[in-house]
Each structure stands twice: as structure tokens, then as C-alpha cells.
């Protein structure tokens, strides 16, 4: 009987979940998405390529920078480990990784 009541009292109740994505969510303040690289910040340094454990970053000549997003782990160290000021790389609150656009999908580098 327990239950019964339980699901009439719901049945009455706005739905837990967000209809989204007509409804944005908004991450919580720590969370880790997508990179963002700002190459006006970057000193070259290349610590990041170094300290990324999955090598997800590499860098090519004539200093451009390829990030391979399905690799990374979230584990925020190519950013604690950025000795630009800001920080030339972050990880954003971006978690949407769908898109019909690919440019979209795999955008990391932000112009300034
Ligand atoms: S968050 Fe970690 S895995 Fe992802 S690019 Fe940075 S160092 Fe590499
Ligand atoms: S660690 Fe920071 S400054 Fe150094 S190459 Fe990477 S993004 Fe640029």
C-alpha cells in the first residue's frame, strides 16, 4: 500500500529531470569540461603537452596546437601546470560534445 501512495504523490509532482536541452544545464562551479587553449596567453612553454598523461595534447611546428578531446581525462593537469598568467589552457564547463556541426565539436582554441 506503501508504494501505491508513493506513486499517486509522484504522479502529482513536476518531473525531477530538465527537459533539456530546451532547458540549459548548468554545471556545478568545479566542474572540468572541454579544453580551452587561449594562444595569445601561451608562452610556448609546452608544459602541457608534457604533463598530459594520455597525450592528448601535441603541439606541431610553427607553434600550432592539436587537442584530442576523446583522449582527455578531465584530470585538469596540463591546466595547474600552465605558468601563464591567466593560464593560457583551461578546462571550461562545457560538457556538449553533440553537435551536427563537427567545427563546433571540436573547438578548443579561443580567440580573444
Ligand atoms: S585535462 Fe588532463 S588529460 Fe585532458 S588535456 Fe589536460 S592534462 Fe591531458
Ligand atoms: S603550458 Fe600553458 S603556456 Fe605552456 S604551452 Fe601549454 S598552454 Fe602554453
Redesign the pocket.
Known amino acids: 500500500m506503501k508504494i501505491e501512495i508513493e506513486a499517486i504523490k509522484n504522479f502529482f509532482k513536476r518531473p525531477f529531470t530538465r527537459r533539456y536541452p530546451k532547458v540549459r544545464v548548468i554545471p556545478f562551479p568545479r566542474f572540468l569540461g572541454r579544453?580551452h587553449y587561449f594562444p595569445k596567453r601561451c608562452i610556448g612553454c609546452r608544459l602541457c603537452e608534457k604533463?598530459?598523461?594520455?597525450g592528448?595534447?601535441k603541439f606541431h611546428k610553427k607553434g600550432k596546437i592539436d587537442f584530442d578531446q576523446g583522449l582527455?581525462?578531465?584530470?585538469?593537469?596540463?591546466e595547474d601546470n600552465c605558468p601563464a598568467k591567466p593560464k593560457a589552457i583551461k578546462?571550461s564547463n562545457d560538457f556538449e560534445y553533440a553537435d551536427k556541426n563537427k567545427k563546433k565539436v571540436s573547438k578548443n582554441v579561443v580567440d580573444e
Not at 582527455?72 to 596540463?78: A, N, T
Open positions: 579544453i604533463y598530459c598523461p594520455v592528448a595534447i582527455c581525462i578531465f584530470c585538469k593537469l596540463c578546462l
